[in-house]
């Protein structure tokens, strides 16, 4: 059974920085790529960076690029995403995703929230 379990979210001032994690089960976790997506209520869910299944390759959405760092440890089967120069814009409900090409659907966690305000 697939498991995503994000962890790390919380209140911060603007310019301030959070670490999120995503601990996954239930599946092959070094043989795929990962997402973080983030969501605003009455919004669409926003794609935020993937890492590729041996962290060769990494995206980031223009919004965030030059502020957040997606990781990955694939013996202890997490990715963490360093979230960097935190601006209020940034909040959201952050989800760690698997995508449908690694199982035919897509699998979520129950998500984090993020807040930043001062």
């Known amino acids: 059974q697939v498991q995503l379990v994000e962890s790390g979210g919380g209140l911060v001032e603007p310019g301030g920085s959070l670490t999120l994690s995503c601990a996954a089960a239930?599946?092959?976790?070094?043989?795929?790529?990962m997402n973080w997506y983030r969501q605003v209520p009455g919004k669409e869910r926003e794609w935020v960076a993937d890492i590729s299944h041996a962290a060769r390759v990494r995206n980031y959405a223009d919004s965030v690029k030059g502020r957040f760092t997606i990781s990955r440890d694939n013996i202890k089967n997490t990715v963490t995403l360093q979230m960097d120069n935190l601006k209020p814009e940034d909040t959201a409900v952050y989800y760690c995703?698997?995508?449908?090409?690694?199982?035919?659907?897509?699998?979520w966690g129950q998500g984090t929230q993020v807040t930043v305000s001062s």
């Open positions: 239930g599946f092959v976790f070094s043989s795929t790529l």
């Open positions: 995703n698997l995508p449908s090409s690694a199982l035919g659907r897509d699998y």
